[in-house]
Structure formats: structure tokens, C-alpha cells
């Protein structure tokens, strides 16, 4: 997923520090969760917003259905 969010900071042309800012947190708080890769549904939710984007979240069953 932190491989996906900084793709996004990118095509949305915003900066660690200016995500971080329009998220809420500070800069080493989301660097240090990029490191880790450890994003909860509602952080990733608030960074897709800061991107004006939307975030999709499928599980998919070895058939190939989406849940």
C-alpha cells in the first residue's frame, strides 16, 4: 500500500510534507507509516480525499469474485 500512496502523492503532485499536512499529521508521523506500511481503512480513506481521489478496497475469492 505505501508503494500505491506515494504513486498517488505523485499523480495528485503533493509532498510528503503537504499529505501530511492536509491529513492531519505531521511528516515524520506519515513517513514513519510509509516505512512500515501501516495504513487503517479510515487513514487510507483521508489521504485518497487529500489526493481527490477515492479508495477501493476488494477482497477477492480464488474464483475471482470481488467482495
Given amino acids: 500500500m505505501a508503494k500505491k500512496i506515494k ?3 505523485v499523480a495528485a503532485d503533493l509532498t ?3 499529505l501530511a ?5 505531521s511528516q515524520p ?4 507509516k510509509l516505512k512500515r506500511d ?3 481503512e479510515k487513514e487510507l480513506e483521508d489521504i ?6 477515492k479508495v ?9 469474485t470481488k467482495i
Avoid: P
Fill in 16 to 18: 510528503i510534507t503537504e
Fill in 48 to 53: 485518497a480525499a487529500a489526493c481527490n481521489a
Fill in 21 to 25: 499536512e492536509k491529513i492531519g499529521t
Fill in 7 to 9: 504513486m498517488l502523492m
Fill in 56 to 64: 477501493e478496497i476488494n477482497f477477492i475469492t480464488e474464483d475471482g
Fill in 29 to 32: 508521523n506519515l513517513s514513519n
Fill in 38 to 40: 501501516n495504513f487503517s
